[in-house]
């Protein structure tokens, strides 16, 4: 006589190994699908590309007097505008696809986290290499800006800016349910930077427990290497240094990104 089995439940089936690599094709088309769709969205497109160059166009009339002080200044902010602007759009656009369902259904499919938040600064990047150019070409060829080194160098920086705002973004978006809280972690995550990074006072003239921090954070290399190329006629080893920095972080903030996106939303 046969002793019947007790059936059980099926094993549920494991991620396939192909979409736990980071695969190029799946990364692109991510990055095409996000390029059309703000395509579509116009606004976006001006915020991304003429904000900045408002602002710094803005700045150079507000020292019409005084040149040497938008000299002193502009440098740095041709980084910090597109890294606030990037973050901005990036933190709102992220999270609407998270609220809409979208990352939710294209995580169903065989697409790995590493994949869409490749394609996502892909991208982002993408718009930001055209950002930074309008911006320093606008600041360096029509504004006067008087950069000692090659203006090269500032297009670097800046692009290395911005993609770590695009890199912050990405990484707050997990972390807010509404596009109104997304906005607020601006004042947490940027406006810290913007007081510590060294363009309203060296930050060795600041007490040393804020010099401490502003040691820690990208904004203040970000600066600092602005300031090497508005001293130094070629690249110094600083600059290097604080170039490299600014891209590791903008590296480790998207592994961290990777890392808080969900199969399913709440």
């Not at 190029?24 to 703000?38: E, N, P, W, Y």
């Not at 490749?118 to 606008?138: D, W």
Request: charged share 10%; hydrophobic share 55%; glycine share 6%.
């Amino acid at each position: 006589m046969t002793t019947p089995t007790t059936p059980t439940a099926p094993a549920p089936a494991p991620t396939p190994a192909h979409t736990r690599a980071l695969s190029l094709s799946r990364t692109t088309a991510t990055a095409a699908r996000v390029l059309r769709q703000l395509s579509h969205d116009p606004r976006t497109i001006a915020l991304l590309m003429l904000i900045p160059c408002v602002m710094l166009l803005l700045l150079r009339y507000v020292f019409d007097g005084s040149p040497r002080t938008f000299d002193n200044i502009g440098a740095s902010l041709l980084g910090i505008f597109p890294l606030i602007t990037m973050f901005l759009v990036t933190s709102i656009a992220t999270l609407r696809e998270r609220t809409s369902g979208t990352l939710e259904r294209l995580l169903a499919m065989p697409l790995g986290k590493g994949d869409l938040i490749a394609g996502y600064a892909l991208a982002f990047g993408a718009l930001a290499i055209v950002q930074s150019a309008l911006a320093t070409g606008l600041a360096v060829w029509f504004l006067g800006l008087d950069v000692t080194g090659s203006p090269w160098l500032l297009l670097l920086v800046a692009l290395l800016d911005a993609l770590l705002g695009t890199a912050l973004g990405l990484f707050v978006s997990a972390f807010a349910a509404s596009e109104f809280q997304a906005v607020q972690f601006m004042p947490a995550v940027i406006f810290p930077q913007l007081l510590l990074c060294g363009l309203f006072t060296p930050r060795d003239n600041m007490h040393p427990a804020l010099e401490a921090i502003s040691d820690v954070l990208p904004m203040s290399y970000a600066v600092d290497g602005m300031n090497e190329v508005l001293r130094h006629t070629d690249m110094t080893a600083t600059f290097v240094r604080d170039a490299l920095i600014v891209a590791g972080c903008a590296m480790l903030v998207l592994t961290l990104g990777a890392a808080t996106l969900k199969r399913r939303t709440a």
